[in-house]
């Protein structure tokens, strides 16, 4: 009912910077709040970033201050600006969507840090 397409994952040296993009399609209609979330094999699922239909940002802790997240409602696509990138944050990051009450989840894109 809502697919994602994400891209910009990747190999980044410690200090570096990645952007990652989610476009979203299908049932759009609805879809208030998206972000992205990350998962480290063995450990639980995390939200780092999420957005309002209204542009309104919420952070994890561990981001603030590094991470921005953006959202163009007009292409349906959400933005994650990572700087001042740490080998903590090497992790499987995921797009997420919020419709109706139901969230639906992208394929995920490999982010990985080098030290």
């Known amino acids: 009912q809502v697919q994602f397409v994400e891209s910009g994952g990747g190999l980044v040296q410690a200090g570096g910077s990645l952007r990652l993009s989610c476009v979203i399609s299908?049932?759009?209609?609805?879809?208030?709040?998206i972000g992205w979330y990350r998962q480290v094999p063995g450990q639980q699922r995390e939200m780092v970033a999420t957005v309002t239909k209204g542009g309104s940002p919420s952070y994890a802790d561990s981001v603030k201050g590094r991470f921005a997240i953006t959202r163009d409602n007009a292409k349906n696509t959400v933005y994650l600006q990572m700087n001042s990138l740490k080998p903590e944050d090497t992790a499987v990051y995921y797009c997420s969507a919020l419709r109706l009450g139901v969230r639906y989840w992208g394929q995920g894109t490999q982010v990985t840090v080098s030290s």
């Open positions: 299908g049932r759009t209609l609805g879809v208030s709040v």
